[in-house]
């Protein structure tokens, strides 16, 4: 088992906890992880390493506005489709948002929107990989692993255009 390192930091949406691995056996160590409380940790938490230090620094400057894209090496571990998936949400730029469909068409596969969500809900370096910028076709917000509030938060900050759902208005019919 692989010895994985964790820091936990402050930020605007909630602590957050990252953990960090070498991605292969004799290489550098690479962010394996971003969880939210309550989300159970990977096991082996066993050392501290330099990449958490960048990663926090990196996310510190993001949530001053000073940071609009992360240069980190990242290892998220899950199936090939997840990756691919993963990969795709790092190139949404900065304060856009796409749908589930729009996601699953750019990946050649426009029948695939479930698995998209489930892809993305199963994202183990959110922020980072920002799942927060996949929304419904509808462009309302849909589950988060941070919760919704934390979701737009992001999108807030990031200046992408939210949609809220509001009431319906009043009948005038009486």
């Not at 596969?109 to 993305?120: E, M, Q, T, Y």
Request: proline share 9%; aromatic share 6%.
């Amino acid at each position: 088992m692989l010895a994985l390192a964790m820091t936990t930091m402050r930020s605007p949406v909630g602590e957050l906890r990252l953990f960090a691995a070498p991605a292969a056996p004799d290489e550098p160590d690479a962010l394996v992880g971003l969880y939210w409380p309550g989300r159970a940790a990977p096991p082996g938490v066993r050392r501290r390493v330099d990449v958490l230090g960048c990663a926090v620094a990196q996310l510190a400057e993001y949530f001053a506005g000073q940071r609009r894209a992360f240069d980190l090496p990242l290892a998220p571990r899950g199936t090939g489709f997840q990756r691919l998936v993963w990969q795709a949400l790092t190139r949404i730029p900065h304060g856009e948002t796409r749908s589930y469909r729009e996601l699953a068409g750019a990946l050649g596969r426009p029948s695939a929107c479930r698995a998209v969500g489930a892809a993305n809900g199963q994202n183990p370096i959110s922020i980072i990989v920002p799942c927060h910028r996949l929304i419904g076709s509808n462009g309302e917000l849909t589950g988060y692993g941070g919760g919704l509030a934390a979701k737009r938060w992001l999108l807030e900050h990031e200046r992408a255009p939210v949609v809220v759902r509001r009431a319906a208005p009043p009948s005038l019919a009486r």
